[in-house]
């Protein structure tokens, strides 16, 4: 069976009318050692970190004990193999590569690939990733969502919502070192792209997908990289926040503009955010304190249900405006700030432009007491 090629066509003459001289030799993946089942099921999907979707690129139908080779022409990237029951394959592929997946037993520990130094890289980010999570987040974590089903007080569950978001910090620091001394210009990078932490080692990471660039031009995840560093400059302390607008839950349009002229706090937030719901409970004494000297909450909800978003809405007695396409981290609103996890948070001057991000807690309530202590007599 051969591989389906979709968009693939359209980019190539895309790249004709313009002259480009990028050309793809594709890439095969060969699958051998099959298991002892009488028909197995494999399909190869592209991976869009931007989207988030999954593209499926073609489908294979594997014979017991036999190998399959299969050619595909189209750009390098990220991609997964779904083999019937199986847990996903990813795989990182460049161009030319003739990937090999020997599958011993149908668990994970039973499949190899080889021929393919990039997927290597993307497994060992991978591993570490998930090592890192496991010792800096979870912990402190799981002693939060303890500690809120126990119903602690806010004053119990304020610090250890800021344990999680500083183990969490700590982390992406972690996958930024990670990134930079293991990355390299493999088709990896583009994995490691998602999770950047824009104020730490960028400007090593911005030369690395230079480098990029010159060994991939042409690539759609070469151009993703270069737009995701170009984000991370538009909300740069200093910059002009981008602009937000959606509907409330009332369906009543509101936009960032209209808080021109005050500090305006833009808080990314959903219900499963445990930090995310810990703060709003802390926001009416901010703005009970500082809204008369001009002081707002614009919230973004990433919700995808709106059922959710409504409960915990009135649980958490939300009253300041806010906003939601029920798009989750999907949502163009998070886009344009660059949001790929919670909590996020940018605080804005009365011209829109950024002066603080994610601060939090006491380090939001230091900040304010800085703009507006004269003003409130404190």
Not at 29 to 57: C, F, G, H, M, W
Not at 262 to 271: E, G, M, P, Q
Request: proline share 3%; charged share 25%.
């Amino acid at each position: 069976m051969k591989w389906v090629r979709r968009k693939f066509l359209c980019l190539g003459f895309w790249a004709l009318l313009h002259g480009l001289t990028t050309t793809f030799a594709g890439f095969t993946v060969t699958v051998k050692s099959l298991p002892s089942q009488a028909k197995i099921d494999a399909t190869l999907y592209r991976e869009d970190l931007d989207s988030r979707n999954l593209t499926k690129e073609g489908t294979l139908s594997l014979q017991q004990d036999k190998s399959y080779t299969a050619a595909f022409t189209g750009e390098p990237g990220l991609f997964r193999l779904e083999i019937s029951d199986m847990q996903a394959i990813p795989l990182a592929i460049a161009n030319g590569q003739e990937v090999v997946i020997e599958l011993r037993s149908t668990n994970v520990a039973g499949i190899s690939v080889s021929d393919s130094t990039d997927t290597d890289v993307l497994h060992t980010y991978e591993s570490f990733r998930k090592e890192s999570l496991a010792r800096l987040v979870y912990p402190p974590r799981a002693a939060l969502n303890n500690a809120t089903a126990n119903r602690a007080s806010p004053e119990v569950l304020a610090p250890l919502a800021q344990a999680e978001v500083d183990g969490y910090s700590a982390h992406k620091r972690e996958l930024n070192d990670f990134t930079i001394q293991n990355a390299g210009t493999s088709i990896a990078l583009y994995a490691t792209s998602l999770r950047w932490d824009s104020d730490y080692r960028i400007a090593e990471i911005q030369k690395q997908v230079e480098a990029f660039a010159k060994k991939h031009s042409g690539l759609v995840i070469t151009d993703s990289m270069q737009e995701r560093l170009r984000t991370f400059g538009m909300t740069a302390i200093g910059a002009i926040g981008a602009p937000l607008s959606g509907r409330d839950i009332d369906g009543v349009t509101r936009s960032l503009e209209d808080f021109r002229g005050k500090v305006v706090l833009v808080d990314f937030w959903a219900s499963w955010c445990v930090p995310c719901r810990v703060e709003n409970r802390y926001y009416p004494k901010l703005l009970e304190a500082y809204s008369k000297h001009g002081f707002e909450v614009f919230g973004i909800n990433l919700d995808e249900s709106r059922s959710s978003w409504m409960r915990t809405s009135h649980q958490d007695g939300v009253t300041w405006p806010q906003v939601s396409d029920l798009l989750g981290l999907k949502s163009p609103l998070a886009q344009a700030y660059n949001v790929t996890a919670l909590p996020m948070s940018f605080l804005l001057d009365e011209e829109g432009r950024i002066i603080g991000r994610n601060l939090r807690g006491e380090a939001l309530s230091d900040t304010l007491l800085e703009l507006f202590g004269e003003a409130s007599g404190k």
